[in-house]
């Protein structure tokens, strides 16, 4: 199975700050990494497909990058409806397996 | 708009079987190049892929789980299903059905129906 290992796992931040998520695999994944928000008692939204390609309707202050083993989230300036946890997950082979999540909190 | 609605049991005794159903509305669920998952999450705790299934009947499993997990699919009704057998507390979570299209993380979810083991 390939590990997908998040950091931090909590982030404390402000409203306007840059927020950067990092996503590491434990072997190659390619680009084949997606990137979702959930919020408590919500199912999760999906936020970036294929590492770096936003999907509809999200806004343009996140984004994605990375390629291989190493990926970041990031959110140029947080808003008060960012604050979530972020899960990656890596769809380049089964089993798909998830991050363990990196909650981002009002500091 | 496609809509996925997980329904079942929400007390499941030890050592008996989870059952749950996703329907599919707004959509068909014999589109081509599309999978039907199971993701749980146990309180508190993060995302796990249990499994999916295509249309035709295809399935892959969360090794952890593969010897006690059928994913099905009914074309006829737009269900696909789970079954989980010998459950324990350990089992407790939120099950969550999703769509996902090949080569792209999950892009339609239901609301997620929570599932308590009872010992």
């Known amino acids: 199975d390939i590990q997908m290992t998040q950091s931090p796992s909590t982030l404390s931040a402000s409203v306007g700050d840059r927020v950067t998520i990092t996503c590491r695999a434990s072997?190659?994944?390619?680009?084949?990494l997606a990137w979702y928000q959930q919020k408590p008692g919500k199912a999760p939204k999906f936020l970036i497909n294929?590492?770096?390609s936003l999907e509809s309707g999200v806004p343009s202050r996140f984004s994605g990058s990375g390629s291989g083993t190493e990926f970041t989230l990031t959110i140029s300036s947080l808003q008060p409806d960012d604050f979530a946890t972020y899960y990656c997950?890596?769809?380049?082979?089964?089993?798909?397996?998830f991050g363990q999540g990196t909650k981002v909190e009002i500091k | 708009q496609l809509q996925l609605q997980e329904s079942g049991p929400g007390l499941v005794k030890s050592w008996e079987t989870l059952s749950l159903t996703c329907t599919v509305s707004g959509g068909s669920i014999t589109i081509s190049d599309y999978f039907w998952g199971w993701i749980r999450q146990p309180p508190g705790k993060g995302l796990e892929w249990i499994g999916n299934v295509y249309y035709s009947g295809r399935t892959n499993y969360s090794p952890s789980l593969k010897s006690r997990l059928t994913i099905s699919v009914d074309t006829s009704k737009n269900q696909f299903s789970l079954k989980l057998t010998s459950v324990t507390p350990a089992d407790t979570a939120v099950y969550y059905c999703?769509?996902?299209?090949?080569?792209?993380?999950?892009?339609?979810w239901g609301r997620g129906t929570l599932v308590t083991v009872s010992s």
């Open positions: 997950q890596q769809y380049h082979s089964y089993p798909l397996t």
């Open positions: 999703a769509r996902r299209k090949s080569y792209s993380g999950s892009g339609d």
């Open positions: 294929k590492a770096s």
């Open positions: 072997q190659s994944i390619s680009s084949w």
